[in-house]
């Protein structure tokens, strides 16, 4: 089955000049006004090194945002654009943990106090954070304070199953993933924060993961390997309002991590298609948009 979306390269560029090669890029991230994005790039000086880049589509200009010799990942945007919150790994025997940064200034320290291992995954409109902590064997999904306190427990399962979650755009419903890889089948599942129902949208002997809400909040992105072979893993989207679900790119390469932007018609993710990962757009109607080409400068 060929999709019906037309996919386009978003060929990124390092062109910072402490680094002379970039490898792959890796988790596209849009601010919630559409007008930026940030994304993870990985260096040649070490495997394990990445850094986080922010991109103005407008301009078209990329900035570095950390400089730290070590993992930094997976942001997460403040509703107003103005800061991000971001795992960082302090060295390799330490657990990663999240951090925060006012964008203007580039300034950052670490966020909250807790037990175990947590990391934020959103952030929402009234400036409520989403996450997981890990402690004594099992992972939840918690709420937690702008502080980066827990002040909720949502889930409490014996073992490290939930993963992936985020808001809905009204910040009512939160879609996850439940399950371990290889070890039980994994879902798709949404909780409805009003009376705290779950409903299980999909269910997969493969890896469910890799989770985003369209802007108008009438779609699911996510990531299933459905034959069970994650390198084979294809981007699915599930539409609320008939229960549909569409597979929207069918490549033998590992496409994953999508990531709508500004509209539900414009939907970012990665992909190994080329031997390395890069980050890649697809456009469903199809409609134009502005290529961003390679560049050193």
């Known amino acids: 089955m060929k999709s019906l979306f037309v996919v386009f390269a978003l060929a990124f560029?390092?062109?910072?000049?402490?680094?002379?090669?970039?490898?792959?890029?890796?988790?596209?991230?849009c601010s919630a006004d559409g007008s930026k994005m940030i994304f993870m790039m990985q260096t040649e000086r070490t495997k394990d090194d990445w850094e986080l880049y922010m991109l103005d589509f407008e301009s078209q200009t990329r900035s570095r945002?950390?400089?730290?010799?070590?993992?930094?990942?997976?942001?997460?945007w403040?509703?107003?654009?103005?800061?991000?919150?971001?795992?960082?790994?302090?060295?390799v025997d330490k657990p990663k943990r999240p951090w925060i940064m006012e964008l203007d200034?580039?300034?950052?320290?670490?966020?909250?106090?807790?037990?175990?291992?947590?990391?934020?995954?959103?952030?929402?409109?009234?400036n409520r954070l989403l996450g997981f902590q890990e402690l004594n064997g099992q992972r939840d999904l918690v709420m937690l304070n702008l502080a980066g306190n827990i002040v909720e427990k949502l889930t409490e399962t014996p073992d490290y199953s939930e993963h992936d979650a985020r808001f809905s755009p009204d910040g009512r419903?939160?879609?996850?993933?439940?399950?371990?890889?290889?070890?039980?089948?994994?879902?798709?599942?949404?909780?409805?924060?009003?009376?705290?129902?779950?409903?299980?949208?999909?269910?997969?002997?493969?890896?469910?993961?890799?989770?985003?809400?369209?802007?108008?909040?009438?779609?699911?992105?996510?990531?299933?390997?459905?034959?069970?072979?994650e390198d084979d893993a294809d981007i699915f989207v599930y539409t609320i309002e008939d229960q549909s679900f569409k597979?929207?790119?069918?490549?033998?390469?590992?496409?994953?991590?999508?990531?709508?932007?500004?509209?539900?018609?414009?939907?970012?993710?990665?992909?190994?298609?080329?031997g390395e990962e890069k980050i890649y757009q697809l456009?469903?109607?199809?409609?134009p948009?502005?290529?961003?080409?390679?560049?050193?400068?």
């Open 65 to 76: 945002l950390t400089t730290h010799r070590g993992w930094d990942g997976y942001a997460v």
């Open 78 to 91: 403040s509703p107003d654009g103005n800061s991000i919150i971001f795992e960082r790994e302090v060295s």
């Open 247 to 274: 597979q929207v790119t069918d490549d033998p390469a590992w496409d994953h991590m999508p990531m709508f932007c500004k509209n539900s018609q414009t939907l970012f993710f990665t992909s190994y298609r080329s």
């Open 105 to 126: 200034g580039r300034t950052s320290k670490p966020l909250g106090r807790y037990e175990g291992r947590v990391s934020v995954s959103d952030w929402s409109s009234d």
């Open 173 to 229: 419903k939160i879609a996850y993933a439940n399950g371990e890889p290889g070890v039980s089948e994994t879902s798709l599942q949404v909780l409805n924060l009003d009376d705290d129902s779950k409903t299980v949208l999909r269910t997969s002997i493969g890896r469910i993961y890799g989770i985003s809400w369209s802007p108008d909040g009438d779609k699911i992105a996510f990531v299933d390997s459905p034959g069970g072979v």
């Open 13 to 29: 560029f390092l062109s910072c000049a402490d680094i002379s090669a970039a490898t792959n890029e890796h988790r596209p991230v």
């Open 289 to 297: 948009f502005l290529k961003i080409e390679r560049s050193q400068n």
């Open 283 to 287: 456009n469903p109607d199809p409609k």
